[in-house]
């Protein structure tokens, strides 16, 4: 018994709650279950082609439009996301108006609408002859069965978010601080800017990787208002499920493994990012 606690003494902090090494197991077999088990599945599945044979994948001409297109809307609608949820989480937390539970109920409808419906909505929403699509048809833009539909149904599925992740952080910032910045001379840029936004900064990063990572992976609500043309508007979800449909299984879980890689190196570089951000916040 003390040899284990001596062994355990140099990775685990001491705690008046038992049952650590049970807790652990259980993540560990959860998450192997659940995650790893799978993955490993599907590089089994890929390893058939090799190295070469997954770099040759990614290098068609249509793997690597699909790819640009699915990564470049992500990070667009990701970052347009983080403007305005950090606006719509500012404005839940900080007033009070009429209908604001309506609107702070709202901003979950993403959450709660199977994707399907919500393509299904978008696309009729924009379409040229649609309510919203009438509108930019006049003006010669067309937003329905393009890359624009894409990002449109990007940005509705990933706000929530970045609102729900901001919102707890927006509300233990207490207002005084800011009224005391104002009586100290700041402006209210200065008070944005250097007051509210450092404090802030983890929580817009850890939002931003939610949206984009919810993104990336997205098919249900992109997939009725892409248009899915080759090289144009077709997105990596779809090209693997044309893949399976084909029964190239190989081919599908080799761009399944480039898509992976290539989101843990984006998630992994924001992650270093937070965690740098965090440590200068405590350094202060």
Do not use: C, H
């Not at 082609?49 to 994948?57: E, K």
């Not at 990572?213 to 098919?219: N, Q, T």
């Amino acid at each position: 018994m003390a040899l284990a606690a001596t062994l355990r003494a140099p990775f685990v902090k001491p705690t008046a709650l038992p049952g650590f090494g049970l807790t652990l197991g259980y993540t560990i077999f959860y998450l192997s279950l659940i995650v790893l088990i799978p993955l490993a599945a599907l590089l089994q599945k890929a390893a058939v082609l090799g190295p070469s044979g997954i770099l040759a994948i990614a290098a068609e001409g249509q793997v690597a439009a699909a790819l640009r297109v699915t990564f470049g809307i992500s990070l667009i609608a990701a970052l347009v996301n983080v403007v305005f949820g950090v606006i719509v989480a500012w404005v839940l937390v900080r007033y009070d108006f009429p209908g604001k539970r309506l609107v702070d109920a709202a901003v979950d409808l993403p959450f709660a609408l199977p994707t399907a419906v919500a393509g299904l909505a978008l696309s009729s929403l924009y379409a040229s002859n649609g309510w919203i699509g009438q509108f930019f048809a006049l003006a010669g833009i067309k937003v329905a069965f393009t890359t624009k539909g894409i990002f449109v149904a990007l940005v509705f599925i990933g706000l929530p978010f970045v609102v729900r992740t901001l919102q707890p952080v927006l509300a233990e910032i207490d207002k005084e601080i800011e009224e005391a910045s104002a009586t100290l001379g700041a402006t209210r840029f200065q008070t944005v800017t250097r007051v509210l936004l450092p404090p802030l900064l983890p929580a817009v990063l850890t939002g931003f990787a939610l949206a984009f990572a919810r993104a990336v992976g997205e098919y249900g609500s992109v997939i009725f208002i892409a248009g899915n043309i080759p090289y144009v508007s077709e997105i990596v979800p779809s090209l693997i499920f044309q893949k399976l449909e084909q029964n190239k299984y190989a081919d599908a879980a080799a761009i399944a493994i480039i898509m992976l890689a290539i989101s843990f190196a984006m998630l992994l570089a924001i992650n270093l990012i937070q965690a740098w951000s965090r440590r200068r916040m405590g350094d202060a």
